[in-house]
């Protein structure tokens, strides 16, 4: 099915990767990074965003951002587009430096935000790049030690989860990060995502109180079952349903169908219109002629 739409919610903790186009080289010198690195200072600054850790690897960057009222999607456009047009400038080179899409995890803060902290601070090393964070240039690990300083990373807000004394919270934070390092492997906290919608790390109450009453997790029904359940319930066939015929009791059970698909995340208006031989203008002009009894 076509790709979900994006979750916001004000204020929400998102964890963020953007990849090279065809898994390519984002970074071709060190004045790149420092370019980026500028980039986000400036962007979540006029977006009322806070960048809370990053890690800028070779063919792609990982980042934990809080947002303000803007929506994520409107920070990283601007980040991306500016990099890729500028990197792309110096290299007199044309093409996407991207993937078209970045991808996003809403976080629950309070049970996974150090873990997916971690979790970026220790990619050089799950990569093989660096034998510890320590030994890795290029991410907000040194401001968390405070032997860089990156005024546009926000740290206190993680380090207070370690202690109220600074100085206490950046030892707890270092011992913190040794331990997962002394550990047989390292695993990814977004292995846990929602089994019902994946762009959530977090449970079905967090999604509910971030999100509202309007999300609604994944349906584990496939469009075929959805299928059985219209032919059933307007006393109709399959066939019928991919006929050509426009009688209205299959023109309404074509737009039930498109419109519990997208609903439950089973489908797509196109995917159905594929499966019923329809364009998918028309089944988008049958789902609003019958929105109201749906």
Not at 135 to 145: E, F, G, M
Not at 173 to 198: H, K, V, W
Not at 269 to 289: C, G, I, P, T, Y
């Amino acid at each position: 099915m076509g790709r979900p739409p994006r979750l916001h919610a004000p204020g929400a903790m998102y964890h963020v990767t953007l990849r090279g186009n065809h898994q390519q080289d984002i970074f071709f010198a060190h004045e790149d990074r420092h370019r980026l690195n500028a980039l986000f200072a400036e962007t979540t600054s006029r977006f009322g965003a806070r960048l809370h850790a990053y890690c800028y690897m070779t063919n792609h960057i990982h980042a934990l951002i809080e947002v303000g009222d803007a929506p994520l999607g409107r920070v990283m456009l601007q980040i991306s587009s500016r990099y890729a047009r500028a990197t792309q400038a110096r290299l007199q080179t044309t093409g996407h430096l991207f993937e078209r899409r970045y991808y996003a995890v809403l976080v629950d803060v309070e049970q996974y935000f150090l873990a997916v902290l971690r979790y970026v601070h220790l990619n050089p090393v799950t990569a093989g790049l660096s034998k510890s964070p320590d030994a890795y240039a290029w991410s907000s690990h040194h401001a968390y030690l405070a032997t860089r300083v990156e005024p546009w990373v926000t740290t206190d807000f993680a380090l207070s989860m370690f202690s109220a004394d600074h100085a206490q919270a950046i030892h707890a934070y270092r011992s913190f990060m040794g331990q997962a390092l002394e550990g047989a492997s390292i695993t990814s906290p977004l292995d846990d995502c929602n089994p019902g919608d994946r762009r959530i790390l977090g449970n079905d109450e967090f999604a509910r109180r971030v999100l509202g009453p309007e999300w609604k997790p994944r349906s584990r029904k496939s469009l075929d079952v959805l299928i059985q359940e219209a032919c059933a319930h307007f006393n109709c066939t399959f066939e019928e349903l991919a006929s050509a015929s426009r009688r209205s009791h299959l023109v309404t059970a074509r737009a039930w169908v498109v419109n519990q698909a997208v609903a439950g995340r089973i489908a797509s208006v196109a995917a159905v219109a594929r499966k019923f031989n329809r364009d998918e203008s028309s089944l988008r002009h049958a789902l609003r002629a019958h929105a109201s009894t749906l």
